[in-house]
């Protein structure tokens, strides 16, 4: 049995980078804080790749400082150095499942709002 599942609740790091290829697919890429329990310790960073739709979702609603949830798989992007040839590598989530959780500003508008304005 093989099991490569991954759930991320974050917020964006970067605006979302988009590229449109020839054969139609659209691929975006951006970067994703995720705290930790403790609050003094820094955020883990992770790099998501989105392909067609879900890249097209994002490309749209997708801001630096939004908050988002993720379900995707890890995979290894490997290539060779061109100054040294070294193999080099880095890890990517690959989104299947983008949830959109709301912006920093929306969480800070509304935690004022207390629903009794008449």
């Known amino acids: 049995m093989s099991l490569n599942v991954v759930h991320l609740v974050g917020r964006v790091g970067r605006d979302p980078e988009v590229k449109y290829f020839d054969s139609g697919s659209v691929k975006c890429t951006f970067s994703l804080a995720v705290n930790r329990i403790k609050k003094d ?3 883990d960073w992770f790099e998501l790749e989105l392909w067609d739709k879900n890249a097209e979702v ?3 609603y997708v801001k630096k400082g939004g908050l988002i949830g993720i379900k ?3 995979k290894l992007d490997t290539w060779s150095d061109r100054s040294t040839g070294a193999n080099r590598s880095k890890p990517i989530i690959r989104v299947e499942k983008l949830d959109l959780l709301g912006s920093k500003r929306d969480n800070e508008s509304s935690m004022g ?3 009794s304005e008449f």
């Open 113 to 115: 709002y207390s629903g």
């Open 41 to 43: 310790d820094p955020p």
């Open 58 to 60: 994002a490309a749209n």
């Open 72 to 74: 995707g798989s890890l």
